[in-house]
């Protein structure tokens, strides 16, 4: 049995385990002691000296980093000899610096110099580098570095980039990138990992408060990853004559949190540098009500008492879209509003335009909804199956772990009609044709039935329907398939072996980690790539029927995921913000709806509403007058922009609760101003299922409020006008008391409270009694269905709109690294827009010499429905006869122009993945 060791530091007493470092022991105790080289997950340099101790009975002052513990250890780090020897290396080390670097105390090597009172550096500074300012967010001064190679560490180990390295040899040796090039000439995708863990300020934020008053930690706004970041808030002071404070402000730059569980410290350029938004100079921070075609600022009552008045007179006319970008509390608080108030189902959320095709399916085929698998799951898997995913642009942590699991030895295959950066590590990469997905998965089943590749113990116990599923197969022969996707049959195959049977691939990676042997799980991820077309329900199916017929589910390493884009879509489901179910995806049957009649004092209605398509359809028939919409907007995410602008102009009554002045906000009678994530308390729920905090940072801006407290307000309102008695069932005294009910509803969320995720961190549900530690991966024993379901997945048409003579080009549609979506946060962000500027469109090689365009020409994309100018991007990533457009909106051009809005009839999501355009010189 191993003994912990028992020390003293600092006359305090510490356990270390054996084999830890005297280091380890100050850092446990919490004792500031400056380590400038020592990066927290590497071994240690000991090359900086600054971590210099006094050992009892021990000559000299060695390095705790390279110090191992010893039981009976008396040790000091306050010894005048080591604060001494300590004082003089942080004094030779700050005089690299110059006074006017720009610093402002940003680094440990500042907070190091201040503690030891050295404000000033005794010797004169010298001067070999220029500073390289290239990147958008944070210079690169070398002489402020020392060497220690953290940056190296965290770009190529932890972020799995490589981009900067440690140049040259000896005295000559500096950091730089390939080439000894600038920085913005290099790899960097501006991750900021490098900044964070850099110790002197070397790599720094271009801008960075003189103080920071306190850090508060929180979950990102982005993507649906859940990174955790750290907030950074300051106050400045006006410069006037007066001392008076201007509002608090976020620093341009957001730490990592270590102990988040998803991210484990990892964020991307958008969650580390992207928060500036909430400061954007035309954030509406008043009330609005428009009054003779302009808008006026009132207070809250009067904008409120006129949106429930416009409300209130359409009810049985209405539908309401609630916001993944909001909180868990918002949502449901907006969807009890609609169903106990308005006495609607016409509730959605953005889902219904990226995964309703995976959600329906994944509910049909094993009784859940979400992504079955952890993050953790990835890392640990023998074979990666990504479909229709950029992870690298839209979830690079997610990416990040994809490329760890590569370097260990597992299998990456890649299914995508776009070359994505992914393909670089691949072992395979798929190039299928647009639109003919069934057929390449369906053969992939067979191929795994006739291999005798099949887990049919876990069939026969744990499915049902199979035979018949089985049956469905026949025409899908690996000729057929090759022949309608355009893959060759032997890729076909291979990718079936590697999925079903990891560990029995040949050769596996030697050298790459742990022995490919050992690795059993698949993990099966996609993205909007699968669902996004007319038969995007039947492309989930076969992607299911795919994991159930090779058993890659309910065990460690294995899983079906989903990868959800915005930060809060998985809650915002899960809170009840869909027509189909109620919250916890709970169904219009009598015992449930008696339960929420118990519990709102109203019966929700029993027939599932209408979704955010049929909605805006119904602007044009009439069956919608007024619509709420919250942190959306519709008229940038919906298809066919031309026809949606046309159905919203349409309303009688909308009202917008948002941060800005969008292109739906511009078309509303009421608009309400809401509170950023940085401003409010709550929770989000990732993709992986987990639920974390959501702090306030700062205060509101102006009469900016919460999304809840305003639906509340404007349900209290309403109902007066109604008739309908709500009692005090909106009379909430915070997101905690909201949370709490929420929970009580919903089985899967009945052991999480607010307070629980305070003391322990991020959980992921099912978690059902606060006893429960929660759930990593689901289906470990059963299904909430009992067995899952083989639902056959059918061959409709490749797509609505094919090319022809007139628009021969196929266009697809995704996003960017540097931009989310439509863009309506990160183009507030400069930083962002310097790193993408423009809109471009990739286009073939073959496709611009043809067209005689050459890279950063100005074309302009035509389809039946619209058009948009941009410029060129010569790229090999598409296909000849193929042309990719980003989602995001850049001046006044925007992909939604372009696509077209039919519709999978199932989950009623449009196409967006193809549609048939023509590509023009437009006129000078």
Known sequence: MIRAMKLAIDGRTVELPQGATVLDGVNRLGIPLPQLCKDPDQPPLGACRTCLVHVEGQRGLPASCHLPARDGMVVSTEHPDAIRVRKAVLDLTRSMLTESDGRNGFGQLSQAGARHGLLEPAWAPLHQFEVDATKSFFVLDREACILCGRCAVACDDVQQIGAIALLGRGHATKVGVFGDGAMASSACTSCGQCVATCPTGALRPKEWPAKIDRNVETTCPYC?????????????????????????????????????????????????????????????????????????????????????E?????????????????????????????????QTNDVDHCTRLCHSPSVEAMLASMGSGATSNSYQDYEEAGCLMVVGADASANHPVIA???????????????????????????????????????????????????????????????????????????????????????????????????????A??????????????????????????????????????????????????????????????????????????IPTNLPGYQQYVPETLAKFESAWGTRPPGRPGRVVTEMVEGCLSGETRAMYVVGENPLLSEPDLHHAEKAIGQLDFLV???????????????????????????????????????????????????????????????????????????????????????????????????????????????CPTFEHPGTRYLYAESFPLGRARFIAARETVEAAELPDAEFPFVLNTGRLLYHWHGGTLTRRVQGLLELAPRLEVAVHPSDARRLGVDAGSRIRVVSRRGELDAHVHVTEAVRAGAVFVPFVKLAESAANFLTNSACDPASKIPEYKVCAVRLERPAE
């Open 224 to 308: 649906g990853v859940g990174c955790g970041v750290s907030l950074s808030v300051f106050a400045g002071e006006s410069t006037g004559g007066r001392s008076a404070l201007l509002p608090e402000k976020l620093a341009v730059m957001a730490d990592d949190v270590p102990s988040n569980r998803s991210s484990l410290g990892m964020l991307c350029v958008k969650g580390r540098f992207g928060t500036g938004f909430i400061h954007a100079r035309d954030r509406i921070t008043s009330p609005l009500v428009r009054r003779d075609g302009r808008w006026v600022e009132v207070s809250w009552d009067e904008a409120l008492d006129v949106a429930a």
């Open 310 to 342: 416009g409300l209130a007179r359409n009810r049985g006319r209405f539908g309401a879209l609630a916001s993944a970008k909001a909180t868990n509390e918002d949502g449901y608080v907006i969807q009890k509003f609609c169903r106990v108030v308005m």
């Open 400 to 502: 990040i772990r994809f490329r760890r699991a590569v370097s260990r030895g597992a299998r990456l295959i890649v299914i995508n009609p776009k070359r994505i950066e992914l393909c670089d590590q691949a072992d395979l990469w798929i190039q299928q044709r647009p639109g003919t997905d069934v057929a390449l998965f369906n053969a992939m089943s067979r191929v795994i039935l006739d291999e005798g590749l099949a887990a049919h113990a876990f069939i026969g116990a744990r499915t049902e329907g199979f035979e018949a599923w089985r049956e469905s197969l026949a025409p899908f022969t690996l000729e057929y398939a090759s022949r309608v996707t355009g893959v060759p049959a032997e890729d076909i195959a291979q990718a079936a072996r590697w999925y079903a049977r990891p």
């Open 504 to 577: 029995g691939s040949q050769g596996g990676r030697e050298g790459r980690g742990a022995p490919f042997s050992q690795r059993n799980g698949s993990c099966l991820i996609w993205g909007m790539g699968i669902t996004q077309h007319v038969n995007g329900i039947h492309n989930a199916h076969a992607l299911l029927n795919l994991s159930l017929v090779a058993g890659q589910m309910g065990f460690a390493g294995s899983g079906i995921s989903p990868l959800r884009g915005q930060n809060n879509v998985q809650g915002c489901g899960d809170a009840g913000c």
């Open 656 to 766: 917008v609760q948002d941060l800005f002045m969008h292109e739906t906000a511009e078309r509303a009678h009421v608009f309400l101003p809401a509170a950023a994530f940085a401003e409010k308390e709550g929770t989000f729920t990732n993709s992986e299922r987990r639920v974390q905090r959501v702090r306030r940072a700062l205060s509101p801006p102006g009469g900016a409020q919460p999304d809840w407290w305003i639906a509340s307000e404007l349900a209290k309102r309403v109902a007066a006008r109604l008739g309908v008695d709500v009692g005090r069932q909106f009379d909430y005294d915070g997101s905690a008391a909201i949370f709490d009910e929420m929970a009580r509803l919903t089985p899967f969320l009945g052991g999480l409270s607010h307070a629980r995720l305070d003391r322990e961190g991020g959980l992921q549900w099912p």
